[in-house]
């Protein structure tokens, strides 16, 4: 079948498979209504993830230099013990987050031309996630940290989980039931 009819066949909720086989499409309605083939949709499925890396970074590493150089300021030695292990805490999730945030784009440059595009973005999209869950625990770690030091452990507590509350709805519960909401609808 030509690429034009291929395309018609698509846009009807139908595509053929890698070996040519006859079968749905998979993805969300939108993804069947567009017009763009196998290739262009991992490309733009590509360019969507490492935009989604572009705004993530800066933060994670931000955060993470700022935790590199509270030891060395003149505080450091008025903090307890518990306020250091909530600061380890914090220094290794941020790294944590760093490393696997960083890790799609490595993995993208080691695998450049590549058949294993897919794969790649499958393997990407779980660091990603990954990579934001290590982010909230090091966000939430950082905050109870220096809300502890300023104003005690009960204010720390009940701030940073107010904090990890909004986190978890924006981040995770918000977009899980939307798409679950979803795939309700589609089926």
């Known amino acids: 079948m030509t690429l034009p009819a291929r395309r018609f066949v698509r846009r009807a909720g139908f595509c053929f498979g890698p ?5 749905e499409v998979a993805g969300s309605q939108e993804e069947r209504e567009r017009d763009e083939t196998e290739k262009e949709r991992l490309d733009r499925n590509l360019g969507e ?9 800066p933060g994670v590493q931000v955060l ?7 030891p060395f300021g003149p505080g450091w030695r008025h903090t307890t ?3 250091r292990h909530a600061y380890v805490f914090s220094i290794v999730t941020a790294a ?3 490393v696997i945030m960083i890790a799609p784009s490595s993995y993208h440059r080691l695998l450049w031309r590549q058949p294993h595009k897919e794969h790649m973005l499958t393997t990407s999209n779980g660091l990603l996630i990954t990579g934001m869950g290590f ?5 939430s770690g950082s905050l109870f940290f220096v809300v502890s030091f300023a104003l005690g452990t009960w204010a720390a507590a009940v701030t940073t989980g ?3 509350l909004v986190i978890l709805v924006l981040w995770y519960a918000m ?13």
């Open 135 to 139: 982010l909230a625990m090091a966000i």
């Open 175 to 187: 977009p899980l039931a939307r798409r679950n909401e979803v795939w309700r609808h589609h089926d």
């Open 64 to 70: 993470f230099a700022f935790l590199l150089v509270v």
């Open 96 to 98: 944590l987050a760093t």
């Open 162 to 164: 107010g904090i990890l």
């Open 81 to 83: 013990g518990f306020q």
């Open 19 to 23: 070996r040519g086989e006859f079968g």
């Open 49 to 57: 993830l490492l935009q989604e890396l572009r705004v993530a970074l």
